[in-house]
């Protein structure tokens, strides 16, 4: 827990520990009702999963499938509606109903670069605002010509995310183009020129690249209002792919691809876990890379 600022009047000091001791049991309750599948921790997939993909008539199809042109492998790629391979079908759906009866939450990474990290552990992640991201852009690009045309011409941005948090099911292999800072702003500063990237440049500075894990609860796949794409197949899908990678380590035909999802709803406190710091998943990643081919080789 956070210790208050000692100089506080002793009522203040008092509501200000209630609170985080408020904010802390609530975290430790959260933890003790919830069992959270994260695809970059391999000691949260229980044996019902793994076995999903490690029975022996499976591994054998899907290796076999590996040896030859992949075409199995590949449907994992497809959309819920375009999947015709029965086998690969099959498999989807034992592992979506292995993720509804064994699992309440589900591990995501949203990709950021912050100066404070630890605002997501007091105030959650906030959707995406038109006011707040357009009032950002105003103060920090206010005396350059032409902010209000390139305001107008980045509204699109709005149209696809406005109102929503992007997340990706796995840290290691999401794009790193994510933790540079504003999506949003970066477009407008394109509009700009120069002397506004120079600007975003140095603010982006002050910040640093960071993963913001938390626990997505799985029944918000299933609201429309929530979750409009169908997220818990790409999750699903994402750990097919994983389990196989984690069974034929070395194997030249595997190639991560990371799923990305959205939610129109805000990430409260209680489901941020922690912050977690890209350079350390960008070596770990490199690691992993580097030994791939020397198993390969």
């Not at 000091?13 to 933890?31: D, H, N, P, V």
């Not at 169908?230 to 750990?239: A, K, R, V």
Request: some cysteine; charged content about 25%; hydrophobic content about 35%.
């Amino acid at each position: 827990m956070k210790m208050p600022n000692q100089s506080l009047h002793p009522t203040k000091k008092l509501r200000f520990l209630a609170g985080e001791f408020y904010r802390w049991i609530s975290k430790q309750w959260t933890r003790m009702e919830t069992n959270v599948l994260d695809l970059d921790t391999p000691s949260t997939w229980n044996n019902r999963l793994r076995q999903t993909v490690y029975a022996e008539s499976t591994l054998a199809a899907l290796l076999a499938d590996l040896d030859g042109q992949g075409a199995m492998y590949q449907e994992l790629h497809e959309p819920p509606g375009n999947v015709t391979d029965p086998f690969i079908k099959n498999l989807r759906e034992r592992c979506e109903e292995a993720l509804r009866t064994d699992y309440t939450h589900a591990a995501a990474y949203h990709a950021c670069r912050s100066a404070d990290p630890n605002e997501y552990r007091r105030h959650g992640i906030l959707t995406s605002s038109r006011k707040r991201l357009e009032t950002q852009a105003r103060e920090l690009f206010v005396d350059i010509e032409g902010l209000e045309d390139a305001l107008a011409t980045c509204d699109s941005y709005f149209g696809m995310y406005d109102g929503s948090v992007s997340l990706y099911t796995t840290a290691k292999f999401a794009p790193t183009c994510y933790l540079s800072g504003s999506h949003y702003l970066s477009m407008v500063t394109n509009e700009l020129g120069p002397e506004a990237q120079a600007i975003l440049a140095r603010e982006n500075d002050r910040g640093r690249p960071v993963f913001v894990k938390c626990s997505i609860p799985l029944s918000w796949f299933d609201d429309l209002k929530i979750v409009k794409d169908p997220s818990l197949y790409l999750y699903s899908t994402s750990l097919i792919k994983k389990l196989i990678r984690m069974r034929m380590e070395g194997s030249k035909h595997y190639q991560d691809t990371p799923s990305a999802f959205v939610v129109f709803s805000s990430i409260p406190p209680q489901n941020v876990d922690s912050i977690v710091e890209a350079d350390a998943v960008c070596i770990q990643w490199q690691r992993e890379s580097q030994q791939r081919v020397e198993g390969d080789g």
